[in-house]
T-cell receptor
Framework: NAGVTQTPKFQVLKTGQSMTLQCAQD?????MSWYRQDPGMGLRLIHYSVGAGITDQGEVPNGYNVSRSTTEDFPLRLLSAAPSQTSVYFC???????????FGPGTRLTVT | QQQVKQSPQSLIVQKGGIPIINCAYE??????FPWYQQFPGKGPALLIAIRPDVSEKKEGRFTISFNKSAKQFSLHIMDSQPGDSATYFCAAKNNAGNMLTFGGGTRLMVKP
């Protein structure tokens, strides 16, 4: 089992550029989510999905889009990057009946 | 608005000391309280968790104390070691919701 994988590990964008952060899990978890981590703010939920074809907004969804076409993949799209989106992004997954969330290794994004 | 407040933001102890990290919450619908440990460059990993029907849970050197009436819970690390140096996050899950709400994090350093 690879667990939760994320690509890329690092990314630098210019303001206004778009990109997609990739997330995949091989544990057949129904729930997947995206968090951003900023100093002193903990982890804040951006978007989440309770299964293929179903997504919902978290605490800080503005500027981000998601889709869930398969159980395994949950990409996060930045439509027009802004410096305020400079952060470390984590993808996580868990079973529908479970409580433990498994996190990926993170993507460090810098927007200049 | 942070629903789970964590303190202190940083903590330095000597090897063998007992660091204590505290969290407070407002939402009485929270029914699951995990602690996550994060090493630099890695994603958070579940360390220990408690439900509100017990006042204490121990796993190895890690103990959660839970005070339901005060809506507070804390993590104690017995006989701390330099390898425990990491960032610790408390979190809470709503019994009607799907995802976790995290505290702001505590960066712990254990000096040899």
């Amino acid at each position: 089992n690879a667990g939760v994988t994320q690509t890329p590990k690092f990314q630098v964008l210019k303001t206004g550029q778009s990109m997609t952060l990739q997330c995949a899990q091989d544990m057949n978890h129904e729930y997947m989510s995206w968090y951003r981590q900023d100093p002193g703010m903990g982890l804040r939920l951006i978007h989440y999905s309770v299964g293929a074809g179903i997504t919902d907004q978290g605490e800080v969804p503005n500027g981000y889009n998601v889709s869930r076409s398969t159980t395994e993949d949950f990409p996060l799209r930045l439509l027009s990057a802004a410096p305020s989106q400079t952060s470390v992004y984590f993808c996580a997954s868990r079973l529908r009946q479970g409580y433990e969330q498994y996190f990926g290794p993170g993507t460090r994004l810098t927007v200049t | 608005q942070q629903q789970v407040k964590q303190s202190p933001q940083s903590l330095i102890v000597q090897k063998g000391g007992i660091p204590i990290i505290n969290c407070a919450y407002e939402n009485t619908a929270f029914d699951y309280f995990p602690w996550y440990q994060q090493f630099p460059g890695k994603g958070p990993a579940l360390l220990i968790a408690i439900r509100p029907d017990v006042s204490e849970k121990k796993e190895g050197r890690f103990t959660i104390s839970f005070n339901k009436s005060a809506k507070q819970f804390s993590l104690h690390i017995m006989d701390s070691q330099p390898g425990d140096s990491a960032t610790y996050f408390c979190a809470a899950k709503n019994n009607a919701g799907n995802m976790l709400t995290f505290g702001g994090g505590t960066r712990l350093m254990v000096k040899p």
